[in-house]
């Protein structure tokens, strides 16, 4: 089976044709999904210790931040699958734990929802 990240990383590529950019030295395994018009990101690909999100795990996860509605957001976000958005406004973004148990296809409904609404 296909490991998270790269079934993730490969799903933008066929689907939108954005390729993840590393453009963080400190962090070179941090990859940026945008838009290729507007430039505007729609998905931010991260490695972050639990601790730093509210988990009890300070286990190195693999997460994606992702734009979202805020209301759907306030429900989405269940302390395990979905968080508050690391590093990002927490009202209009959520961050997908690609390490929890979360399905593929709502991570995909989740990156087609974010990237319609940074358009």
Known sequence: MMPVRKRVFSYIEEKFGSQGERIFDKH???AVFRHAKNRKWFAVFM???GGKLGL???HELEI???KCK???AA???D???ILPAYHMNKKHWISVNLS???APGQVEDLIDLSFELTR
């Open 79 to 81: 302390g395990d699958q």
């Open 100 to 102: 929890s148990k979360i």
């Open 56 to 58: 009890k795990s300070a």
């Open 75 to 77: 429900i989405l976000r």
């Open 47 to 49: 490695r972050v210790d």
């Open 70 to 72: 805020p209301d759907l």
């Open 64 to 66: 994606l931040n992702l």
């Open 28 to 30: 070179p395994e941090f």
